[in-house]
T-cell receptor, first 115, second 110 residues
Framework: GAVVSQHPSRVICKSGTSVKIECRSL??????MFWYRQFPKQSLMLMAT?????????EQGVEKDKFLINHASLTLSTLTVTSAHPEDSSFYIC???????????FGPGTRLTVL | KQEVTQIPAALSVPEGENLVLNCSFT??????LQWFRQDPGKGLTSLLL?????REQTSGRLNASLDKSSGRSTLYIAASQPGDSATYLC?????????FGKGTMLLVSP
C-alpha cells in the first residue's frame, strides 16, 4: 500500500516551453501533497505544499507564477513548470501524506532537462 | 530553522562490513526522524521511521537509533552487501515540514 506515482519519469523540452508533471496517490487519499526539487548531489528542497482544494503554499524563493501547482482531487496533484529555462533542469519529486498522519510517501521522481 | 547534517558524505567499504551512518539535527523539537534510501536517478524508499518518543527501530539488517536531546541519529547496517550501494538520506519532521540532509553515498564492493 501507500504507492505514489509520477508521470512522466523523464522529460526533455526546449527553453521557453511549459511542462506538466503529474503526481498520483494510487491507493490512498492524500489530503496534503508536497513538491521537492533535487539538484545533483544535493538534498531534497521543499518547493511547495498543497492541500486538496486550496492554493499551494510556496517556500521562500520559489516563484509561484513559474511553478504552478494544482491539487484538484485527493489523489492527484500537478506541477507545471512554465516558460522553462535550462536552470530549471532538475529532479522533481512529489510526496503525499494521507489524512492526519505524519508519514509521507514519495513518488519515483521526474527528471526534467531543459535544452 | 532546522538543519540536518549527514556524515560521512561518502563511504566505500568491502562487502560484509558493518557500518554506521550519522545524522545530526539542530532543533530537537521533532515529531519523528526517517531514513530513506535513494538509488541513482530514482525516488526515495523509506527504510525506518522513528517517532520522537522512540529510541530505535530495526528492520532486517538495519537498525536506526535516535537521541533527540542531543540531536543525533545513527543508521547501522550489518553485514553490508553490494545491493546496499545507494545514497542514504536522513530527514526530520518538525511541526509541518520534513527537512532532509544531503545524504551519505554508500558503495559496497564485492
Amino acid at each position: 500500500g501507500a504507492v505514489v506515482s509520477q508521470h512522466p519519469s523523464r522529460v526533455i523540452c526546449k527553453s521557453g516551453t511549459s511542462v506538466k508533471i503529474e503526481c498520483r496517490s494510487l491507493d490512498f487519499q492524500a489530503t496534503t501533497m508536497f513538491w521537492y526539487r533535487q539538484f545533483p548531489k544535493q538534498s531534497l528542497m521543499l518547493m511547495a505544499t498543497s492541500n486538496e482544494g486550496s492554493k499551494a503554499t510556496y517556500e521562500q524563493g520559489v516563484e509561484k507564477d513559474k511553478f504552478l501547482i494544482n491539487h484538484a482531487s485527493l489523489t492527484l496533484s500537478t506541477l507545471t513548470v512554465t516558460s522553462a529555462h535550462p536552470e530549471d533542469s532538475s529532479f522533481y519529486i512529489c510526496s503525499a501524506r494521507p489524512g492526519l498522519t505524519n508519514e509521507q510517501f514519495f513518488g519515483p521522481g521526474t527528471r526534467l532537462t531543459v535544452l | 530553522k532546522q538543519e540536518v547534517t549527514q556524515i560521512p558524505a561518502a563511504l566505500s567499504v568491502p562487502e560484509g562490513e558493518n557500518l554506521v551512518l550519522n545524522c545530526s539535527f539542530t532543533d530537537s523539537a521533532i515529531y519523528n526522524l526517517q531514513w530513506f534510501r535513494q538509488d541513482p536517478g530514482k525516488g526515495l524508499t523509506s527504510l525506518l521511521l522513528i517517532q520522537s518518543s522512540q529510541r530505535e527501530q530495526t528492520s532486517g539488517r538495519l537498525n536506526a537509533s535516535l537521541d533527540k536531546s542531543s540531536g543525533r541519529s545513527t543508521l547501522y547496517i550489518a553485514a553490508s552487501q553490494p545491493g546496499d550501494s545507494a545514497t542514504y538520506l536522513c530527514a526530520v519532521r518538525g511541526y509541518s515540514t520534513l527537512t532532509f540532509g544531503k545524504g551519505t553515498m554508500l558503495l559496497v564492493s564485492p
